[in-house]
């Protein structure tokens, strides 16, 4: 099989709304790539044989979504530093026998942040992240990864918080959830990695008077792609970072694995991607 014919996929459950199949077929079809990328849904209960049966099937990886991310790790042969950091997998390639596992959440936050502001390394000695999920764990790796030297960690749940501060270390401060607002003086970047803000989801209350000129302020959430935090945030005149571009970004080094081919986050597929999101709404 050459790797024209190659055949990827994205396992999850549900995993109809999914976008990572417009985003794997947009690429496909830009550098004419006889390859295939298809949804799978698979429930929680058949995840392990499901899983395994994948490569005899001919496929050559895929991305792994919710709710299977932290269950994949115990199925791969070998796991990156990032997907062991964080506890949890969303790429896999399968090769010489082996499955290997990678998590590309991290990379594709930074990249992201990167791309949508370059200066916010220098703006960004500490940061304040809001949530403690899966998307924390990514933000915080990556973050702490890229030289941060400090990070104040707010959660509803303040245990699981306690938890990530133990895992990632002296960094990491926690702070209780209703001190959100109090403590973006100390913000550089201030990062929503909670589902507050999504449609559907209550808001996030957060006051922004503190947080210092020049500060960065980016969401997950991309649905709606400008949340009201980034709205407030603009409007008094922060940087602001969407989410969208982390979800493309974090799709380029599985693509690349699996088709041979470097794929470019480029304008006109952020554009395709926010057509379907307007669709969706
Ligand atoms: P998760 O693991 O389920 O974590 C959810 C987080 O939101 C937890 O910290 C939770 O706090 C908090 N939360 C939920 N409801 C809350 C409420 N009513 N008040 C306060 N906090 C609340 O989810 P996740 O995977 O981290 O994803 C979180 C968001 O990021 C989702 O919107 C997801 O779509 C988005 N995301 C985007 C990307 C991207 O590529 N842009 C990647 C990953 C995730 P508790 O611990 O107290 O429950």
New binding site residues.
């Given amino acids: 099989m050459t790797k024209t014919q190659q055949k990827a996929f994205v396992l999850g459950w549900p995993i109809d709304h999914s976008r990572s199949p417009l985003i794997h077929r947009f690429w496909l079809k830009k550098y004419n790539i006889k390859g295939k990328y298809k949804r799978l849904a698979v429930p929680p209960d058949m995840f392990g044989t499901s899983f395994l049966a994948l490569h005899e099937k001919g496929y050559c990886g895929g991305n792994i979504t919710?709710p299977h991310k932290v269950r994949a790790m115990e199925f791969v042969d070998e796991a990156d530093l990032m997907a062991r950091t964080i506890g949890a997998v969303n790429t896999v390639h399968f090769r010489d026998g082996k499955i290997f596992g990678s998590n590309t959440?991290g990379y594709?936050f930074i990249t992201n942040l990167e791309d949508q502001a370059p200066r916010w390394q220098a703006a960004s000695t500490s940061a304040v992240v809001l949530?403690?999920?899966?998307?924390?764990r990514?933000v915080l790796a990556a973050l702490l990864a890229k030289g941060v030297q400090k990070i104040y960690l707010a959660?509803?749940?303040l245990e699981?918080a306690k938890q990530l501060e133990k895992l990632f270390g002296n960094r990491i401060e926690t702070v209780d959830?209703q001190q959100r607002s109090q403590i973006l003086g100390h913000a550089g970047l201030l990062v929503n990695?909670?589902?507050?803000g999504?449609t559907g989801?209550?808001a996030l209350e957060i006051n922004l008077e503190k947080l210092p000129p020049g500060a960065i302020v980016t969401d997950?959430?991309?649905t709606p792609l400008e949340t009201r935090l980034l709205k407030n945030a603009r409007k008094n005149g922060f940087t602001t970072v969407d989410?969208?571009g982390?979800?493309l970004h974090?799709a380029v080094p599985g693509f690349e694995l699996w088709f041979g081919v470097c794929p470019k986050v480029t304008g006109k597929l952020r554009n395709h991607i926010i057509a379907d999101l307007v669709a969706a709404s």
Avoid: C, E, F, H
């Fill in positions: 919710i959440d594709g949530g403690a999920g899966g998307g924390a990514a959660n509803r749940t699981k959830w990695t909670t589902s507050l999504m989801k209550p997950l959430v991309y989410g969208l982390m979800l974090q």
